[in-house]
């Protein structure tokens, strides 16, 4: 299985800075068709789990522009332009590249 | 799109749970439907899914204890869990593909 590595862990943040998470991982993501399936999931407390980003650096319908992702190959980053307090969560990165779909451990973006 | 998982409790180990994911929004026949869990304090691990055609796939730790299937008639993917063990203690995610859509979750506690 493809193993996916996301730093930091912890993320304390000042509201209207940047934040920014990396997430690596142990094989190449790009799928045999040309694109490569890496997604940033967000989860707020009391919400279900929110598709973020898709296919690298593409925004899901709703998903603010102050969220951006980039990378190819093996690292990607996600980046959060000016944090607001609802971006107070857990963020994943997750492949589906390869089967099985593998996730990142979570990062913890929190206000200081 | 709406997903509402239903059928978590706690449950002895050896015993059985049968999960429902109800859809709103769209056909479940018409596109791939996955379980992803969590268990406490760790990572997401996808768990099962079912195709459109109807063929299903499940993780290792899973394998020969789960079974995924859907009825169309009510719009519904269930899990069948038997041979519960406590590592399988989790909060389980009824995901749409392609990974767009997240149930609320429904924990499951496998306990004497």
């Known amino acids: 299985d493809i193993v996916m590595t996301q730093t930091p862990l912890s993320s304390p943040v000042t509201l209207g800075q940047p934040a920014s998470i990396s997430c690596r991982s142990s094989?190449?993501?790009?799928?045999?068709?040309?694109?490569?399936?890496l997604s940033w999931l967000q989860e707020r407390p009391g919400q279900p789990l929110r598709l973020l980003i898709y296919?690298?650096?593409n925004r899901f319908s709703g998903v603010p522009d102050r969220f951006s992702g980039s990378g190819a190959g093996t690292d990607f980053t996600l980046k959060i332009n000016r944090v607001e307090a609802e971006d107070v969560g857990i963020y994943y990165c997750?492949?589906?590249?390869?089967?099985?779909?593998?996730f990142g451990q979570g990062t913890k973006v929190e206000i200081k | 799109v709406n997903l509402v998982e239903s059928g978590g409790g706690l449950v002895q180990p050896g015993g059985s749970l049968r999960l429902s994911c109800a859809a709103s929004?769209?056909?479940?026949?018409?596109?791939?439907m996955s379980w992803v869990r969590q268990a406490p304090g760790k990572g997401l691990e996808w768990v099962s899914v079912?195709?459109?055609?109807?063929?299903?796939d499940y993780a290792d730790s899973v394998k020969g204890r789960f079974t995924i299937s859907r009825d169309i008639s009510k719009n519904t993917v269930h899990l069948q869990m038997d041979s519960l063990r406590a590592e399988d203690t989790a909060v389980y995610y009824c995901?749409?593909?392609?990974?767009?859509?997240w149930g609320q979750g429904t924990l499951v506690t496998v306990s004497s």
């Open positions: 296919k690298i650096s």
């Open positions: 995901v749409r593909y392609p990974w767009d859509y």
């Open positions: 997750m492949q589906a590249t390869q089967f099985p779909v593998t």
């Open positions: 079912i195709y459109s055609l109807g063929s299903t």
């Open positions: 094989q190449s993501l790009v799928h045999s068709d040309g694109n490569t399936y």
């Open positions: 929004g769209f056909t479940v026949s018409v596109i791939y």
